[in-house]
T-cell receptor
């Protein structure tokens, strides 16, 4: 079946602009996660949704970052007033439920470059 | 706080030789441990996980990992490496609801298998 998909695959923007990154999880997966991977590092947790609600947003670096999942499926990560330090690969993952024993299935990521 | 360490940035091995990628962790509570592999321009792929029970876990593509509670380690192993195993490997840990079900990743180890 289809895996996690993310669009766009690449996004180049200018400092100060607003961007939206989209994630389509595997159908039926109730848990959805966003991570950020900087060059040469492991992914870092941003936010986790169980259904429509953000169950843990402790990884969001500041209030310029926001994410929604209005219908419990597709999620959008929104970044306002982008800064060069936001440049990274943004990864989305989903799992059937939120239980800790479930592996997460990752999408290919969106590479964000802020000029 | 939970953390994961992968002490080797890169591991070089000849094809056909055993491969080991090291991982140690630090958590409060019982850990759930995962290994993922990342190929260029592709998302993270799940290899295996330790939840409970047998300390030796077998996963995809002939990989296995051994959970050692006293040494707080979860090293990834493959008896005979293939050139196609060349990739970036990440160890990750979760500690259930206390950590919000997020994965905490190590910094990654690049594996290069030479023919």
């Amino acid at each position: 079946g289809a895996g996690v998909s993310q669009t766009p695959s690449n996004k180049v923007t200018e400092k100060g602009k607003y961007v939206e990154l989209r994630c389509d999880p595997i159908s039926g997966h109730t848990a959805l996660y966003w991570y950020r991977q900087s060059l040469g590092q492991g992914p870092e947790f941003l936010i986790y949704f169980q259904g429509t609600g953000a169950a843990d947003d402790s990884g969001l670096p500041n209030d310029r970052f926001f994410a929604v999942r209005p219908e419990g499926s597709v999620s959008t990560l929104k970044i306002q007033r982008t800064e060069r330090g936001d440049s990274a690969v943004y990864l989305c993952a989903s799992s059937p439920t939120s239980g800790p024993i479930n592996e997460q299935f990752f999408g290919p990521g969106t590479r964000l470059t802020v000029l | 706080a939970q953390s994961v360490a992968q002490p080797e940035d890169q591991v070089n091995v000849a094809e056909g030789n055993p491969l080991t990628v090291k991982c140690t962790y630090s958590v409060s509570g019982n850990p759930y441990l995962f290994w993922y592999v990342q190929y260029p321009n592709r998302g993270l792929q799940f290899l295996l996980k330790y939840i409970t029970g047998d300390n030796l876990v077998k996963g995809s593509y002939g990989f296995e990992a051994e959970f050692n509670k006293s040494q707080t380690s979860f090293h990834l192993k493959k008896p005979s490496a293939l050139v196609s195993d060349s990739a970036l490997y990440f160890c990750a840990v979760r500690v259930g609801k206390a950590a919000g079900n997020k994965l905490t990743f190590g910094g990654g180890t690049r594996v290069l298998v030479k023919p």
